[in-house]
């Protein structure tokens, strides 16, 4: 992107662009960090916007490594999931014996998922989120490696955005 000819989305003063990490709560997780992202940035009103090339990718690697986390899933984790599958909260219900209101427990943090639920939520995600099926039997017999988390663990979700290569930090 040329230096000096862009301009803000909110107010449409001239912004300035440069490349830095920008946490990237509209993926609905409150742990992503884009890093090396160009960020459209405006002096005047002080709006940050991200500039995401390939965003259909980013989610495809997101829940790609949700499903490889090393830990338990959260509940935005899940949620994520959840949608990336393309499920609503009553379909994923259903698909899991349970009922809608267990299902916003769960993505709320409100209640513990156990880790057979865990499991089966990414075998899930895998194999019906769009483009993950070419990696379905690597990351389920990974599944082995994956513990409990432990709340003071950093679950920090680090993608380097060149390469969308995604690190837990
Ligand atoms: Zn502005």
Known sequence: MAKGKVSCNECG???????GAYRFDASGLDNVVLKGIELIECPA????DPVIPKMTELFR????????????????EVRYLRKYAGMSAEQFARMLHTDKT????WENDAV?????????I????????????????????????ITERDKKQPSRLEVDSETLKCMYA
């Open 102 to 105: 267990t299902i916003s427990k």
């Open 122 to 145: 990414r075998a899930i995600a895998v194999q019906i989120g769009p483009g993950l099926k070419s990696e379905a039997e690597r990351l389920i017999r990974n599944f082995e490696t």
């Open 112 to 120: 513990k998922i156990g880790s057979k639920t865990d499991l089966l």
């Open 61 to 76: 690697v997101l829940a790609m490594a949700m499903i490889a986390k090393p830990q338990s899933l959260t509940g935005k």
């Open 13 to 19: 003063s001239g912004a300035t662009v440069r490349r």
């Open 45 to 48: 009103c002080g709006n940050v």
